[in-house]
């Protein structure tokens, strides 16, 4: 079955038009959706993928990612936890694109991991549903990280960490990540994660507190400078681990989902607890899962 | 008694005329460490105090806060807790005004909290002395607040957390802050507060989630937007207290020096923990250590 679709994030447009879960070609360009205004997605769309529509005139047509949101094309009101690839293709949200013909944004997912909390994710379900895992805990790790439990082949509920975004703050516009220097040295990032323990178990102090205290190893003369860059990528991973590891309970294996470079790190760092986990790469499991969705609409 | 002090942070320079506690002259200018090079120190304070040193030949002179930090006058090594006033007195750092005469910049202090951690202050150390508390514990709250254990009339131990400063992070530079709206609903402060015990006792999910959670709370419709900015406060808030509760165990009082606006905020959340605490304010306080300290370096 051939199918056309848009991966539609913040930052980037990615068109691929596929034949099951191969790529045939593809298009990719900066116009992401915070690039964009309201009214432009359609024309966008059609400039990149308007010579696929008319040569697969039967093509179904799927959008995922940032495109859902509210300041993209059209909102697709979040699905609820649990979810499968029913539920998902059901909560399947059309917007019009020539001559009558209709593509169909992919909704995000909503959980509730304690009463009254909130957490939610767009695209990443894609690719959940991609790696084919019927139980376990996966990883998806970019600039929020999130973990995400499947029971019987549906999204059970899942907890995203703003690890990432934070290193970013850190680095960029805080006095705590200001006197580090480089070359790096990466034996920080092993020093991180034992800080971290700190703030694990009944003796937590608190991430607030080792994030400064990070700072004052260096200016107090304790710590290199060039090693608080990796060390503060190592806190903060490692006060994520714990915090999943606290929320999903110990698993007996984990599926990593990103880039090598970070997925690297993770593996890392699960093996220091003790935990194996595998590394699955994120494009063929986004490509697996739009297939399965496509397929599943297709069934009606 | 009558001497000359300088209260020279980051973003300011104050000067006071003191005689014992009492303000006898003041002076104030927006000339901090931040805004000066190596080498400038000498004549801001001649320009502000120099008509002072002339109408008070025999008067001590003092420098606290960050004058002492490697990017101020002269770098003041830290003290090392525990340290008390005449631990304080005697690692004072000496500095040249005119004619012979000397200033002294009082040390900062430097604790480990744990092995191989690290925390810092400056000025704080003043502050503490001048409560008078013997024994207690203190929070210190700005934009980096210390909690900070008085033992038999010593600073024996310290933590610090970076909340003021991540909450301006999350306003002002990330994703998380962005759907906050005015005007604000201070109701979302002891939402924040109830959401910070998410991150305490066994059950901790991670500050990271919690932070993440609080927009998705908002981009679900699950919490009003008007709610996000006091609600991101409270849990910052929150987890530096439960950070700190767990650190320093449960403190029978907890004396809190900060602005009458700030303290309000800790001795509410402080009273749900069933903790009395009790409000002094800072500038008498940093004065009244002033003049502890300018008595102990007399006694030699």
């Not at 024309?43 to 859902?68: N, R, T």
């Not at 937590?204 to 060039?226: P, T």
């Amino acid at each position: 079955m051939r199918f056309i679709v848009a991966d539609w994030g913040t930052t980037r447009f990615r068109g691929y038009l596929l034949e099951n879960e191969t790529v045939l070609d593809q298009v990719s360009s900066n116009e992401g959706v915070s690039a964009l205004q309201k009214g432009q997605h359609c024309d966008v769309f059609l400039k990149h993928c308007g010579h696929w529509l008319k040569a697969e005139p039967d093509a179904p047509v799927l959008l995922v990612g940032m495109v859902g949101s509210r300041e993209g094309w059209v909102e697709a009101p979040y699905a609820t936890c649990p979810a499968g690839p029913a539920e998902i293709a059901k909560a399947l949200v059309p917007v019009d694109l020539e001559n009558g013909r209709k593509g169909y944004i992919i909704p995000g997912l909503f959980c509730e991991p304690a009463p009254g909390a909130a957490d939610v994710m767009r695209g990443e379900e894609t690719l959940v549903l991609g790696t084919g895992i019927e139980n376990g805990l996966i990883c998806a790790a970019g600039t929020h990280p999130k973990w995400i439990e499947i029971k019987d082949g549906r999204i059970a509920r899942f907890a995203t960490y703003m690890t990432g975004e934070m290193y970013a703050l850190l680095r960029e516009h805080s006095m705590i990540g200001r006197p580090a220097t480089t070359p790096e040295d990466s034996k920080g990032f092993d020093l991180g994660l034992d800080a971290a323990k700190r703030n694990s178990g009944n003796g937590r102090v608190g991430l607030l507190h080792l994030l400064f205290s990070a700072r004052a190893s260096v200016v107090s003369g304790k710590m290199n400078s060039n090693l608080l860059a990796p060390y503060l990528s190592g806190l903060l991973t490692g006060d994520e681990i714990n915090g999943a590891l606290a929320q999903f309970g110990r698993p007996s294996s984990v599926t990593i989902l990103a880039e090598q470079g970070r997925a690297d790190l993770y593996l890392h760092a699960l093996k220091r607890h003790g935990i194996e986990a595998e590394f699955k790469e994120p494009q063929q499991a986004l490509i697996a899962g739009l297939a399965r969705i496509v397929r599943q609409h297709a069934l009606g």
